[in-house]
């Protein structure tokens, strides 16, 4: 069984900078897209990165030129370079992977941001 564990949310001022995590754990086959999506109290879960095994990127409208996901192929895990960090970005922030037809979530971590 796959699974997803984040790392690296916290609190942070405005205009500062964090960096997510997400490991994948349990031998899994070929990570087809893993990235990141989040989801804020009253609000649909949204993309904020989403990057395929070949190294191709996608980004939610609200975090490009922001946010910077890479990927370790060779150990399964996502980054998420935040920067500029904005209020409207507090949100829980979930790692998502798909395997094949499958798709898997992480328990999800708290990014907040306030002065």
């Known amino acids: 069984q796959v699974q997803l564990v984040e790392s690296g949310g916290g609190l942070v001022q405005p205009g500062g900078s964090l960096r997510l995590s997400c490991a994948a754990s349990?031998?899994?086959?070929?990570?087809?897209?893993m990235g990141w999506y989040r989801q804020a109290p009253g609000k649909q879960r949204e993309l904020v990165a989403d990057?395929?095994?070949?190294?191709?990127?996608k980004y939610g409208d609200s975090v490009k030129g922001r946010f910077t996901a890479t990927r370790d192929n060779a150990k399964n895990t996502v980054f998420l370079q935040m920067n500029n960090l904005k209020p409207e970005d507090s949100a829980v922030y979930l790692c998502?992977?798909?395997?094949?037809?499958?798709?898997?979530w992480g328990q999800g971590t708290q990014v907040s941001v306030s002065s």
């Open positions: 349990g031998s899994p086959s070929i990570i087809h897209r």
């Open positions: 990057v395929t095994v070949d190294g191709f990127t």
């Open positions: 998502h992977a798909r395997i094949s037809v499958s798709e898997y």
